[in-house]
């Protein structure tokens, strides 16, 4: 488990149909601590992939620092996009060693299929997949490669409401079997809150941090949706800014 500190002075783009830039993230200071599960909320285009692609060593044409650990020369990076992005041609199991270096054994993926209820899909490929299975596949390969750090960039959008709860309790049985430390974007609240140790806020571009909350909520109490609802009317009500960002 690997802690990072995010210090982001200026990230900027060319501005669309005119002169100059568009300043997307202005003086972003952010800690996480090894192991701790914290979510990004933000509204759309405020730059939380633009943020996710900094720290993977995507994007390096900003102005700052990632330290990641102790300033590891290549930390390992997991990265789970919103698009599972499987091969086609290959097979669940095939898609998922392709993730392994070669000091890694395949047995490994065995207790994560099993965890994530996809043994008796390994040998499947990616077009018989319904999408929450397409997305527990991209979740698994994400643990496989044993992070530092695991970015997750909304990785349940445009799933149904049972099968992305399904989803996320099978990442949060995942996680606390192999904590690992989890940088993960959402705009959903609840979302937020049924997985994150801490609830980081953020503005419009340019990005800047508005509330950093720490979910008081115990782990086996997250699965009941009235803790929840409760712990989010609480948060709109204590910090109306919030209501913004959603």
Known sequence: MTHIRINVHSKTYPAVGQAGHHLAIANLNLSLNAGEFVCLVGPSGCGKTTLLNIIAGLDNDYEGDIIIGKQHTHPKIGYIFQNPRLL???TVRENIELTLD??????????LLEVMQLTHAQNVYPERLSLGMSRKVSIIRGFAVEPDVLLMDEPFVSLDAPTARQ????LLKLWQQRPHTVLFVTHDLREAIALADRLIFLSAAPMAVISEITVPIPRAERYHENAIETFRQQLLNDYPEIKQLL
Do not use: H, T
Not at 102 to 111: F, G, M, V
């Open 88 to 90: 086609p041609w290959r």
């Open 102 to 111: 070669k000091n890694q054994s395949p047995a490994i993926i065995d207790p």
């Open 167 to 170: 989803v996320r309790e099978l």
